[in-house]
């Protein structure tokens, strides 16, 4: 049942933007984050929920979609997400974050894919921007934005060889493949 | 559902040793990984498995455990972890893994949950030691041990205010108590 989630929980760039979120769903999913193991239990992730229009425009544009895709330059009007919460590190309780935000991360995109949502974590930040557009204190350093909406793609997965590239593609369908590494490719045999 | 698992999920110190993992298990879980999402899809995670006696006392001294617990050095012999999963950051695939190994040991621990299992994601190593006993190649980055196990100990969680400590502790009873931060302190209102 893990597994049906996460081979669910794709990396979705493309949503029902018309679908809203509710406050109440993301403080659903930052709940389970609250819940999730920290560094020495420091807990120094803070978060920013956006489920507004207005507020999701202030975000997107600080967002960097889909590297290996040159064509293409992130969701159209239409079909851009839905909400977002903006995962910050509190200077003042760590200077070092560890995979705090990952822990984090992986949970509420979890979460979401239950909820029949999905999302995608965006480490590619305008983070000058995104500091100016919602006036977040220098105290938070800017870690992940997560992009969360009603999936409107299709996504497969598909192995790779240790030598082929793991650069995922649009097909002429629109069809995301994403090629993942094997598990004999990724499990030391010492 | 996944708030059951997340729940659960607690970083279990203390084990039923006796009660073996078998590598089909740890395979199952690092398959979980496998998925995942990571940094421009690079995927440059890699794993060392472990469960047999023999390799668990190759590990076991190269970690350190619970350092709030001033007047405990780690499980005994008996309550120590059954297995180990060994994250590795392939450093000719990235110089840089992001959260990447977050992502992955929330996904494996919640995998070790729903099978009955939990573990606990170690961060403070001996890498050097670790090097040697498993003669792990330069090429490699010791990221993270997740300890894993038939867990013997029970965890409760609890609020924490902001100025209050963060500091787990086991009372008097062996239970281990966990203060969390609460929803209200870690959602920024801006």
Redesign the interface.
């Known amino acids: 049942?893990?597994?049906e989630?996460?081979?669910k929980?794709r990396?979705y760039r493309r949503f029902k933007q018309e679908e809203s979120i509710s406050t109440e769903t993301l403080?659903d999913l930052?709940?389970?984050a609250?819940?999730?193991?920290s560094?020495?239990?420091?807990?120094p992730?803070?978060?920013?929920?956006s489920n507004t229009p207005e507020r999701n425009e202030r975000i997107f544009p600080a967002t960097s979609w889909a590297?290996?895709l040159e064509d293409w330059n992130g969701p159209e009007d239409g079909e851009r997400p839905s909400a977002y919460i903006i995962i910050?590190g509190d200077t003042t309780i760590s200077k070092n974050f560890?995979?705090?935000?990952?822990?984090?991360?992986?949970?509420i995109?979890?979460?979401a894919v239950?909820k029949g949502l999905g999302g995608?974590?965006i480490?590619s930040i305008d983070r000058d921007l995104l500091r100016r557009n919602?006036?977040?204190d220098e105290r938070?350093e800017i870690?992940?934005v997560l992009a969360l909406g009603k999936p409107a793609e299709k996504i497969v997965?598909e192995d790779v060889g240790p030598e082929e590239s793991?650069?995922?593609y649009r097909d002429a369908e629109g069809v995301h493949h994403?090629?993942?590494?094997?598990?004999k490719d990724?499990?030391?045999e010492?």
Request: charge should be positive.
């Open positions: 049942m893990i597994r989630l996460v081979l929980n990396s403080y930052i709940e389970l609250r819940h999730c193991a560094a020495a239990n420091l807990q992730l803070k978060y920013i929920i590297g290996y910050l560890f995979c705090d935000h990952g822990i984090a991360a992986q949970t995109l979890l979460g239950e995608c974590m480490g919602f006036l977040i938070y870690l992940l997965l793991i650069k995922y994403v090629p993942k590494r094997r598990l990724i499990i030391l010492i």
